[in-house]
Structures are given as structure tokens and as C-alpha cells.
């Protein structure tokens, strides 16, 4: 079995270690010029993001040649999913692959100008993430079957959501206005966790035009020295199951 998973803030690798098998990060699979992944079973595992997958996971579909008998997805999440099934159903289909198993598990919602992280934190238990996991773990090592049949109401949300809340949310260009305060002693972790390669450090921390608004950077800094304007509180949040150097492993 492979798991090709993409995280931020460890929730991901957290999910994707329990399903088990070989793990590839996304990130690290995508600077490959092709890819080619066959086994007996593959799946993704990917937050939400404004109710869908992440830019780069979409690509990734997009770009990966997948053979497989028993393909399945694997959303974290914080707060609601919405119509983000029906992404991975359409994206399945264009990129030819037939969709065995989907299913979510509501976690730590990482997202800062949403949530105040040490509330997010504190109600975690409430979320029954590893009851959860264990039903998913179960069903996928049956090879259980769980798809999405994609309804009107489905494509109007998605329509709804994609002006409402991608394009507002999803910008390549989120980093750059970020603020980096005077605690930075420019030790390059932040470009280290990037999996958008999107950061260089120099006699300042440089933000690009590529970001995923993935929020690894702001997690994962070890001076908690990157905030967003629109940020709820400056707590910063990493699955406690999952170190630095796991991020940085997965997505440098
Ligand atoms: C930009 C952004 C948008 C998000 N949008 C949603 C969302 O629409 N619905 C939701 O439930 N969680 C949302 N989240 C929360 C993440 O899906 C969730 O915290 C996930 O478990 C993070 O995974 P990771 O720790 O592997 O990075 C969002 C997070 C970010 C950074």
C-alpha cells in the first residue's frame, strides 16, 4: 500500500502513519518530472481547504499517473467539509482513476484566521479523532468500498464556495503579507517546512508568489515570529505526535 499525504501542521502525517504502508509526500513526489505510482492499494491523505483540496494536491492528481485497483482519499479537517467529497469525485475523473474510498476526520482546525488555536487545542478530545481513525484504518484494510455520488445541491455549494471562499482564501500570493517581527533570528526553518519552496532567508525572510496558504511557516517557527494581521491569537499549533523534523523531512 502507498499514502501520499501533504501537511502543514502534522495532522496528515499523523493520519497517513496510522493507515500505514509506504508514506510519499506530495510536496517531494511533485518536483519529480513524472510520477508514476502502482500498488496494490494507494490513497491521499490532505486537509481541507476552503472546502476543498489543496492547490498543489489538485495538481498532483492532475500530473500523477495512478495504477491501482483500490484508491482512496482521506480528508483532515477542522470544522466542515462541505462539498469537498465532489472535488476529489471530479478530480478522479478527469484524471481517470476511479475513486474506491473517501472519508474525513475532524482534528485541530490549524486555519489562524479562523480559529483561536488554544481553544482548538483544548476541545480536541471532544473530536474523537483516534475512534475515528480506528473505523477508517479498519475499513481501508478491508478494502471496503465508500464513494460520492455528486448531487445538484453538491455542484451548486461548490460553485457557491469556490467564489465565496477559494479565491479569497487559496492566493498564491497570501505570504506576502505576513509579518515577520523583530523575534526572527533567520534560521531558515520557515523556508525549510515551505513544501511550496515558496520562502528564501537572507538578512530577511522573502516570501514569493507560490505560496499554498498551507500555514506550515507559521506553525512550525521556532520563535513564533510569522503572523498574519487577521489572526485570531498568536498560538501556534503542531499534531503532538509529530516533530520538526518530521515537517521539514515531508516537505523541504
Ligand atoms: C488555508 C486553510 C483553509 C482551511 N479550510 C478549512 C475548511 O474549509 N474546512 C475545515 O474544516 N478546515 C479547514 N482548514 C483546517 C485544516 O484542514 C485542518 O486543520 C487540517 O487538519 C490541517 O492538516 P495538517 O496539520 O496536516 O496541515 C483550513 C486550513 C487552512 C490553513
New binding site residues.
Partial sequence: MTVCY????????YVARKIGGTLLSIPQLMKQDRIEIEDEAVGIVC?????EMPMMVKEFLEKAKITTPYFFFI????????A?FAHVELSCQKAGIKLSYINAV???????P?FEMQHQIDTLPKKNVEGKLQIICDDISNRREKSVKITAADRAQMAMYKNM?AKR??RKDTAKSYIVNDDCIRCGICAKVCPANNITVSDKVNFGDRCE????CLHNCPKNAIHMKSEKSSVRFR?EHITLKDIIDSNE
Avoid: W
Wanted: net charge negative; hydrophobic share 45%; proline share 3%.
Fill in positions: 501533504f501537511t502543514a501542521s502534522g495532522n496528515c502525517l486537509p481541507v481547504y476552503a472546502v480528508y483532515t479537517y477542522g470544522m466542515g467539509y462541505a469537498a475532524q482534528m485541530v482546525d490549524n486555519y489562524l479562523g471562499l482564501i487559496l496558504v498551507c500555514h506550515a499534531n
